[in-house]
Antibody, heavy 121, light 109 residues
Framework: EVQLLESGGGLVQPGGSLRLSCAAS????????MSWVRQAPGKGLEWVSG????????YYADSVKGRFTISRDNSKNTLYLQMKSLRAEDTAVYYC??????????????WGQGTLVTVSS | EAVLTQSPATLSLSPGERATLSCEAS???????LAWYQQKPGLAPRLLIY???SRATGIPDRFSGSGSGTDFTLTISRLEPEDFAVYYC??????????FGQGTRLEIK
């Protein structure tokens, strides 16, 4: 059974930093691209960032480029999102999502349960 | 990047009825790489349809997708109580970033 378990969310002040993690099980983690997708309260889905199976290729939405860094540790089956210079508009539930392919399609065939990030003073 | 426009924004139907949801792309979707997701309150989205018409693993056959180019449709042939949710379309397989449609809320009439 595929499981994706996010952690690391919480309340952070504007300008602050936070690192999200997503622990994967039930898959050959290194064979799949992964992405972060977020959803602001009461809003729709927004793709944030994607990474290839090896971690050699990374991709970002314009809204987070230069502030967020996606990475992965295939030895730990874990995906990360380092977030810096956080803004109020980054407040959202952040989901990690698995891609069926090695490079980001990106198509999301499995999702984690999400972790809430709240940016507020 | 293609802009995806879903209609209607809200659809009110009764269990047992047929639901038809639309997704229009601002430019042709390459290879019909169009997916549909279902999201229930408080839960993560779930992949229903990929490549415009292929059902994902475990998805009941009352869900079907169709369309090509810029116009796509998700049809639920006979609504079950658990089908009332928000549905999103998404294009993939082209250059990043990708976008989702704004969603269609399917509510019980």
């Amino acid at each position: 059974e595929v499981q994706l378990l996010e952690s690391g969310g919480g309340l952070v002040q504007p300008g602050g930093s936070l690192r999200l993690s997503c622990a994967a099980s039930g898959i050959t983690f290194s064979s799949h691209a992964m992405s972060w997708v977020r959803q602001a309260p009461g809003k729709g889905l927004e793709w944030v960032s994607g990474i290839s199976g090896t971690g050699g290729s990374t991709y970002y939405a314009d809204s987070v480029k230069g502030r967020f860094t996606i990475s992965r540790d295939n030895s730990k089956n874990t995906l990360y999102l380092q977030m810096k210079s956080l803004r109020a508009e980054d407040t959202a539930v952040y989901y990690c999502a698995k891609d069926p392919l090695f490079e980001p399609y990106p198509l999301f065939d499995y999702w984690g349960q999400g972790t809430l990030v709240t940016v507020s003073s | 990047e293609a802009v995806l426009t879903q209609s209607p924004a809200t659809l009110s139907l009764s269990p047992g009825e047929r639901a038809t949801l639309s997704c229009e792309a601002s430019q042709s979707v390459s290879s019909n790489y169009l997916a549909w997701y279902q999201q229930k309150p408080g839960l993560a989205p779930r992949l229903l349809i990929y490549a415009a018409s292929s059902r994902a693993t475990g998805i009941p056959d009352r869900f079907s997708g169709s369309g090509s180019g810029t116009d796509f449709t998700l049809t639920i042939s006979r609504l079950e109580p658990e089908d009332f949710a928000v549905y999103y379309c998404q294009q993939y397989g082209s250059s990043l970033p990708i976008t989702f449609g704004q969603g269609t809320r399917l509510e019980i009439k």
